[in-house]
């Protein structure tokens, strides 16, 4: 069986809803990226540098990333020098093949959730890149889920936080600890664990304000909130998911790597996919973080919120080259 067929026997097992949510929220960014890639094929079917050069341009354009690109025209070079390929289109399945290995099977890309007692994600973020939706949105999922589900508002800064995420939490109808902004967001924090413990609660969804990385104040109330965490739930926080904005292309993978070294970052949601043609920062901060892209952003509904599914994606973004490729 090859590669192609083996990706196109997983989508065709799971649910077709979510097999579309994928492709239409990928949609910019395959017309950006796999349409133009395409083109070059059918345009360019010599392998010469010519061919390396514009396939070069047209990943960087779709915010692969530099060091992504050059691996990736690397590994081309070196398959068509071994295998003595003379035609473009028989790197198709060399692109797509090394694009999948980038998101490793055995990366944990499920949410860590505790073995008893709440499980405590922390959320954290700057300001603007959908960090209280993506709350509300988790939150309905769990829910779906039948889990008991409880938000704290530990974004006590930013002016309506506080608010903001209320409105959310009665949308989705889960309760909400919060204390007047201004207040400690580490006294929200220990009043979310102990009314979280009393109420029997499963997952505990902290929020927590935009901290910008230079702000060394905010980042060190932020290990504050942690440690009370950790004390009162030893094995806490279960996750720390940072929220990236995907429209704004290598500027979420420099916030992340700013954010990652110094707040124990452990999973990241990227959000508004659908708004952006360059979604293959989703690659490249894959394959500069090493860290597992837990969640992505396909749209404004709430099940538009997805778990991260590598063979979803590559299917999304190439799916027109699987079709009537037939098995070995």
Excluded: C
Aim: aromatic share 6%.
């Amino acid at each position: 069986m090859n590669f192609f067929q083996k990706i196109k026997e997983k989508i065709s097992s799971a649910a077709e809803a979510v097999t579309q949510t994928f492709k239409t929220g990928l949609s910019k960014t395959s017309e950006q990226l796999v349409k133009r890639v395409e083109a070059l094929f059918f345009r360019n079917s010599k392998i010469d540098e010519g061919f390396f050069e514009e396939l070069e341009e047209i990943l960087i354009m779709a915010d692969v990333g530099v060091q992504t690109t050059l691996q990736v025209i690397e590994a081309m070079r070196k398959e068509a020098k071994q295998r003595r390929l003379t035609n473009s289109i028989e790197l198709k399945p060399v692109l797509v093949e090394y694009l999948l290995g980038l998101f490793p099977e055995q990366l944990d890309q499920t949410i860590i959730y505790a073995k008893s007692g709440p499980t405590v994600i922390v959320y954290v973020g700057v300001n603007g890149v959908g960090k209280t939706t993506t709350i509300a949105k988790m939150a309905h999922r769990f829910k779906l889920e039948g889990k008991r589900v409880m938000v704290a508002a530990g974004d006590t800064f930013r002016a309506a936080a506080v608010e903001q995420l209320d409105i959310w939490a009665n949308r989705v109808g889960v309760p909400i600890v919060k204390h007047e902004q201004g207040s400690d967001p580490s006294a929200v924090v220990f009043d979310a664990i102990r009314s979280a413990k009393l109420q029997n609660i499963d997952v505990l969804m902290i929020d927590t304000a935009g901290r910008l990385q230079n702000k060394a104040n905010l980042m060190e109330e932020l290990n504050k909130m942690v440690r009370v965490i950790q004390r009162e739930i030893p094995d806490g926080p279960h996750e720390v998911l940072m929220v990236l904005d995907s429209t704004t292309g290598q500027n979420a993978l420099s916030q992340a790597k700013l954010f990652g070294e110094k707040s124990g970052v452990t999973g990241l949601v990227l959000t508004k996919l659908d708004g952006t043609a360059k979604g293959g920062i989703v690659i490249a901060i894959r394959r500069e973080l090493n860290l597992p892209v837990k969640y992505v952003g396909l749209g404004e509904k709430a099940e538009d919120l997805q778990p991260f599914d590598r063979e979803q994606f590559i299917h999304a973004l190439f799916g027109e080259w699987m079709v009537n490729i037939p098995s070995d």
